[in-house]
């Protein structure tokens, strides 16, 4: 299964392609879409909309996983980054792709353990996982690939129905309970 994440932005969209087969991840591809700030935000929007689309025609991921906006004191940056995502979703969209969303809480906690995770350990976890020690990732293509393992590490994690006392959690999950 091929995955692509997308860490947006309107200044740059970090990228990064992973393939998760036999419980085994291989970095396949990433990268980060430069955009210039001297254009105004629809052309910018047009260069992720453009990119990703071709993203997806050349590698075919299975999969595609998108970080949530950030919510800061900025709401100009917030609504700014709310495009990005849309564009980018809709390239997805568009190309036949399932899209997933993450908040950057869960992508940390999925790669890193810790929901609170600085961008270095982020990045050391990520070439720890993907098994590449040479190579110097920007923050944006480490976030990227951080999100497609998070998603990875989400479809192989099996599904539990919520349960609403103890009871109905023994009898829904014999297994998991030592008697």
């Known amino acids: 299964m091929i995955i692509l994440g997308v860490d947006p932005g309107t200044n740059i969209t970090g990228y990064g392609l992973i393939e998760y087969t036999n419980n085994k991840f291989r970095r396949i591809s990433h990268g980060v879409i430069n955009l210039p700030s001297s254009k105004p935000i629809p052309e910018r929007l047009k260069i992720i909309y453009d990119e990703l ?67 270095d350990q982020v990045s050391y976890m990520v070439k720890a996982i993907l098994n590449v020690k040479k190579i110097k990732f920007k923050p944006d293509e480490s976030d990227a690939l951080a999100i497609a393992l998070c998603h990875a590490f989400r479809l192989k994690a099996p599904t539990f129905k919520k349960s609403k006392s103890w009871k109905e959690f023994v009898e829904a999950n014999p297994n998991r309970v030592i008697k």
Do not use: C, W
Not at 59 to 75: H, L, M, S
Not at 92 to 115: D, F, L, Q, T
């Open 53 to 119: 689309s071709n993203l997806l025609k050349i590698y075919k991921p299975d999969e595609f996983a998108i970080e949530t906006a950030f919510y800061g004191k900025n709401v100009q940056s917030v609504m700014k980054i709310g495009y990005a995502r849309g564009v980018s979703i809709l390239a997805a969209i568009h190309n036949k792709i399932p899209a997933s969303e993450y908040s950057p809480r869960e992508v940390k906690k999925a790669v890193v353990g810790r929901g609170a995770a600085s961008k």
